[in-house]
């Protein structure tokens, strides 16, 4: 997925605009200077063309402070990653050294940049925006991130050198992300499944920083296994490319079909894998859980169905996803996340005869109906699913908005004991009964 790079000095407004741009309040928004020290970033599109947004913090060159440093350095590594770059200045400030500073960087860059005067909120101040000329980097736009005021037009110069695309959509290969952690085995994983050192190897945790891709063939199958840097919480993170990995494996995981969490064995299930987790599944990506170095654990008979236990009732959202033991060094069930996440690639793509679903789901809601909500007497009428790579199904009601959660709960657990879904997310929308094809349309979408 194609990126762009907001930058600019400290509080001209990047956060807010990046908010405007994404629909939604991502980045934090004060009045001070520096708020946002890491880079933050969200997936949207414009015009047809889906990207991927990225708020660096306040730009400020030549600082020796350190924090100012480390966003600084954050920021470089932002501009030389992206496909394109929008440059936001203050247009009630005028040119300032560091804007003159951030666009002679940016000249360097040889990457498409769009000009960004911020903070023109009305047509009397689009005025400030002619000075910016001087920086020489193309036509200013004047807008307001605050109240949205013009910014369809800048936005369809920053998209226009992206291909917006996703070069993978017409690859049908089965694409695996593995994702962890640091220091998990990931990359010991990819070499023993590709018998390739693609991979840096060491005891040193985070020693892979790209994702880096290869090929493998399976039983005369084509996979993409996509090895990540390894995630770990922000508080442990020192070195700004590691800041950068982060982002990089939220873009594999966009690209994949399956991703592949991998635990260490030997400390068990620990919070920053229930984060990796959890962004898994709002990618709305196929799931397995590998329990790595399993070598290394003392072990009875009953020690993997004890961790399989332990693992359901700490995660009870994912007691759909499948777990393996393995180990890298002795190639131990390697061979068997190929065979499961092939499985789950073609879950992914099940459609299920509408006459299936009201015949024998619809059967079973009528058995343990919704309870009533504010007097009112909820039913669910008709269900289709809407879509694949995950399943979606619009179940269409006479009261959509007032279906309880605890019954969305029930409705899915329903599904997923009537049909195989393992390892893959399914999502529910719900809509009114006499719904028109617009609606049902845009439930597709959704």
Not at 172 to 182: M, S, W
């Amino acid at each position: 997925m194609d990126l762009i790079a907001i930058v600019g000095r400290p509080n001209v407004g990047k956060s807010t605009l990046f908010n405007r741009i994404i629909g939604r309040k991502e980045a934090i928004v004060e009045n001070v200077p520096g708020v946002t020290r890491d880079r933050i970033y969200g997936q949207t599109e414009w015009n047809g063309k889906h990207f991927m947004l990225i708020d660096t913090g306040g730009f400020v060159p030549g600082s020796e402070n350190m924090i100012e440093k480390a966003i600084r350095e954050q920021a470089y590594i932002a501009i030389d990653d992206a496909d394109s770059i929008i440059f936001v200045c203050d247009g009630r400030d005028g040119v300032t050294p560091f804007d003159e500073d951030i666009a002679k960087i940016l000249r360097r860059s040889n990457k498409p940049v769009t000009l960004v005067v911020n903070k023109c909120d009305n047509a009397n101040l689009d005025a400030n925006s002619f000075e910016f000329h001087k920086l020489g980097l193309g036509e200013p736009y004047p807008v307001s991130a605050m109240n949205g005021r013009s910014t369809g037009d800048f936005l369809d110069q920053a998209v226009e050198p992206i291909v917006g695309i996703d070069d993978e959509a017409n690859d049908t290969r089965l694409k695996l992300a593995i994702v962890g952690r640091p220091n998990v085995g990931k990359s010991s994983i990819t070499n023993a499944l590709t018998g390739k050192e693609r991979s840096i190897v060491t005891d040193i945790a985070g020693t892979t920083r790209d994702a880096i891709d290869s090929t493998v063939k399976y039983y005369g199958d084509e996979i993409l296994l996509i090895d990540t840097a390894g995630l770990r919480r922000r508080a442990q993170v020192s070195e700004n490319v590691e800041f950068y990995s982060i982002m990089r494996t939220a873009r594999a995981i966009d690209r994949c079909d399956v991703a592949v969490v991998v635990i260490d064995a030997t400390r068990g299930l620990e919070d920053q894998d229930k984060k990796i987790i959890n962004q898994v599944d709002e990618a709305r990506k196929g799931i397995v859980i590998v329990y790595n170095k399993w070598d290394l654990v003392e072990k009875d008979t009953k020690t993997a169905d004890k961790l399989t236990k332990k693992f359901k009732e700490d995660m009870k959202m994912y007691d759909y996803v499948p777990i393996i033991y393995t180990s890298a060094v002795t190639k131990q069930r390697l061979l068997k996340i190929f065979d499961i996440c092939k499985e789950i690639k073609v879950r992914r793509e099940t459609r299920i005869p509408t006459h299936k679903l009201n015949d024998i789901v619809l059967a079973e809601f009528e058995k343990t109906p919704p309870p009533a909500v504010k007097g009112r007497d909820l039913r669910i009428n008709y269900i289709t699913q809407v879509g694949v790579e995950p399943p979606v199904f619009a179940f269409f009601c006479n009261f959509p908005q007032d279906i309880p959660d605890a019954y969305k709960r029930f409705m899915e657990r329903t599904m997923r004991k009537l049909f195989d879904f393992e390892g893959t997310p399914i999502s529910f929308v719900f809509r009114k009964k006499n719904a028109s094809w617009e609606d049902i349309v845009e439930a597709r979408q959704k």
